[in-house]
C-alpha cells in the first residue's frame, strides 16, 4: 500500500489537554499485484500532473476520493464509482483518500482560574486563541503560559513566575509539549510476498554528485531509437527495475543517457570510459531495447514590455489530440484571454474553442487533427520585442490596406488584447508599424490611438465591437511588381499574397487576390 502525506493542521479539544495533530492525506493502492486503473482512465481523462501529490489536491478540489494515477506519465483522473481493471503497465495504480492524524504539541492546562501573578493586559501580547497564544510562546523559547479567553491576553514565563490563584474565571495557566520531529512519510507497495536478496557488494558511483536543474527548468525524458541500446555486455545479474527508477539512477550517477529493456525491466547506464551524456549506439535484435536520455531546459518569462499573438496552425477547425472540456483552464472568456494564459504559464502551444471558450495549454506541439466543429484551433504563441528590428532581406513590397469591419461598424481582430496594444500617432502609423513588422493585420482604435498587430492572416477572426471602442481592423495585401503566376497575372498587375510582404510564391489559388 502506498501512503503518500500531505501536510494539514487540525485542532481537537480533550478534557484535560489540549492536542495539535499533524493530519495528512493519505492515497492507497487498491492494485493488488502489477498495474490496475478504473476503466475509463486515459492520458484524455483528467489532469497531467507533475506527481502523486498533485493527483490527491486535484481530486479534493472535485470533491471526490478515489483517483487513478500513471507514475510515468502523469495521468490523473479522479473516480466516483468505476470498474476497476489490470494494466499490463504497472505504472498505473488505483487509489483511495484517506485522512491520517498524530500528535504534533499537547497544551496541558495546569490550572483554572488562575495565572502567573505578575500577567496582566501589558505584559504579552493579545492572541486570537490558545493556540496562537502557544505559537507566540514557542517563538519566545519557554514552554509556560498565562492566557485570559476572554480578552486574549497572552503572557510567557518560565514556569517560575509564582502561581495567583481565585482571579477572573476567563484566566487559566497552562505548559505544553510538542514532537521534536514530523513523522517520515510511509511508502509501500503491494507484494504478494517478501523476496530476501542479498545485499550488493558496492554501489557504483556513489561519489558522483546528482545532476541538478534549476527551479524553472522543464525536463523530458526522450526515447532516442528502439531496437537500440548503448554498446557493451549485457551483465546476467541485472534486477527489474522501472522506467523511472532506472532514470533516477542515471541521474545519481551523472549519467542522463541510459539502455532500458521494457519487457525485462532492465536498466544499464552508459558506459564510464564514455561521456556523461552520450552512449556508442549498438542494435539490438530486441525490440524491447531503447536508448533513453534525459533532457532538460530553463524556461524564461516573457519581458514585460514583449507583444504576443497567436498563430493559428491549421485553415479549418483543428486541435491537439486530447484537448477537451475535461482539461480545459477555468475563466477564459476569449482567445486574447487564452494568449495571455500562455504567456504566464511560459507556454508556446495550445488548442481554443471560441464558442465553448475551451483553453487547453500544451507544454510540447502536436501534430493537430482536424475536427468537425470549425471553432476549434491549434496555436502557436509568437512573442516579439517591439523595440527589436531587422535589416529588411527583400525590397520593400507594393502593398494596399483593405477594411475588414462592415461598413458603419466597428470590429477587431479576436487576438487583440492588453498586452499586445502600443499607442500609434494615427493609423498611418499603425499600419507603418505592421508594414516594418511584417504584420498582416493592423487593428487601430481612433478614440484613443491604440494599435495592434496580427502577423499570420489565418490568426484574426473580427468580432464586432462596442461603438465607444473606435477599433478597424486594416488587412494588408502585397505583391511583388516582377511576379507572374500560373493564372496568367503580369507582372503589370499586383498580385496579392495574404500573410506574407515578401515575393514568395503563394501555393493555392485562394490565397491569391489582384488589388
Known amino acids: 500500500m502506498i501512503k503518500i502525506l500531505l501536510g494539514l493542521v487540525l485542532l481537537a479539544a480533550l478534557t484535560e489537554a489540549t492536542v495539535i495533530e499533524t493530519c495528512t492525506d493519505v492515497a492507497a493502492n487498491q492494485c493488488d499485484e502489477g498495474g490496475c486503473k478504473c476503466k475509463t482512465a486515459s492520458s484524455s481523462t483528467g489532469l497531467v500532473v507533475a506527481n502523486i501529490a498533485e493527483c490527491i489536491a486535484y481530486t479534493k478540489e472535485q470533491g471526490m476520493t478515489k483517483f487513478s494515477f500513471r507514475s510515468d506519465a502523469g495521468y490523473c483522473t479522479p473516480n466516483t464509482n468505476c470498474n476497476q481493471q489490470a494494466t499490463s503497465s504497472t505504472d498505473w495504480g488505483y487509489y483511495f483518500v484517506d485522512e491520517e492524524c498524530v500528535p504534533e504539541c499537547v497544551i496541558n492546562t495546569e490550572c483554572e482560574s488562575c495565572k502567573c501573578g505578575s500577567a496582566s493586559a501589558t505584559t504579552g501580547i493579545t492572541a486570537n486563541s490558545l493556540q496562537d497564544c502557544m505559537i507566540y510562546v514557542e517563538s519566545q523559547g519557554k514552554s509556560f503560559f498565562s492566557f485570559r479567553m476572554d480578552k486574549g491576553y497572552c503572557t510567557a514565563d518560565t514556569g517560575e513566575c509564582g502561581q495567583q490563584d481565585g482571579v477572573n474565571e476567563n484566566w487559566g495557566y497552562y505548559s505544553f509539549a510538542c514532537a521534536t520531529e514530523a513523522p517520515e512519510p510511509v511508502v509501500t507497495e503491494p507484494q504478494s510476498e517478501v523476496v530476501t536478496e542479498p545485499p550488493a557488494t558496492e554501489a557504483p558511483h556513489t561519489e558522483a554528485p546528482i545532476i541538478t536543474t534549476p527551479p524553472n527548468a522543464s525536463c523530458e525524458l526522450t526515447k532516442k531509437c528502439g531496437a537500440c541500446k548503448c554498446a557493451g555486455p549485457t551483465p546476467d545479474d541485472l534486477e527489474e527495475t522501472t522506467l523511472n527508477e532506472c532514470l533516477e539512477l542515471a541521474m545519481q550517477n551523472n549519467k542522463p543517457t541510459f539502455s532500458y529493456r521494457t519487457d525485462k525491466k532492465w536498466c544499464i547506464l552508459a558506459d564510464d570510459t564514455l561521456a556523461d551524456d552520450t552512449c556508442e549506439k549498438t542494435n539490438s535484435n530486441s525490440p524491447d531495447w531503447g536508448i533513453y536520455t534525459q533532457e532538460c531546459w530553463e524556461e524564461q518569462p516573457v519581458p514585460e514590455d514583449w507583444i504576443c499573438t497567436a498563430s493559428k496552425q491549421c485553415y479549418g477547425g483543428c486541435k491537439c489530440p486530447g484537448a477537451g472540456k475535461e482539461n480545459a483552464e477555468d475563466n477564459v472568456e476569449s482567445l486574447a484571454d487564452c494568449i495571455q494564459l500562455a504567456r504566464d504559464k511560459i507556454h508556446d502551444h495550445f488548442s481554443y474553442r471560441s464558442d465553448k471558450?475551451?483553453?487547453?495549454?500544451?507544454?510540447?506541439?502536436?501534430?493537430?487533427?482536424?475536427?468537425?466543429?470549425?471553432?476549434?484551433g491549434y496555436y502557436d504563441v509568437v512573442c516579439t520585442d517591439p523595440e527589436a528590428t531587422e535589416a529588411p532581406t527583400e525590397p520593400p513590397a507594393v502593398c494596399a490596406w483593405y477594411p475588414m469591419c462592415q461598413e458603419g461598424k466597428t470590429c477587431k481582430c479576436d487576438a487583440v488584447h492588453s498586452g499586445n496594444l502600443f499607442h500609434a500617432d494615427d493609423l498611418q502609423a499603425c499600419k507603418d508599424e505592421a508594414m516594418d513588422k511584417g504584420a498582416t493585420y493592423a487593428n487601430y482604435r481612433s478614440d484613443n490611438n491604440k494599435c495592434s498587430l496580427v502577423y499570420d492572416w489565418f490568426a484574426c477572426t473580427t468580432k464586432e465591437t462596442s461603438n465607444k471602442a473606435q477599433w478597424q481592423v486594416y488587412e494588408s495585401k502585397c505583391a511583388c511588381s516582377e511576379y507572374v503566376d500560373s493564372a496568367g497575372c503580369t507582372n503589370s498587375?499586383?498580385?496579392?499574397?495574404?500573410?506574407?510582404?515578401?515575393?514568395?510564391?503563394?501555393?493555392?489559388?485562394?490565397?491569391?487576390?489582384?488589388?
Open 357 to 376: 471558450k475551451y483553453c487547453i495549454m500544451h507544454d510540447e506541439d502536436c501534430v493537430p487533427t482536424d475536427t468537425a466543429a470549425s471553432q476549434w
Open 493 to 515: 498587375e499586383l498580385i496579392c499574397e495574404w500573410g506574407t510582404n515578401g515575393c514568395s510564391e503563394a501555393t493555392a489559388e485562394s490565397r491569391r487576390r489582384k488589388v
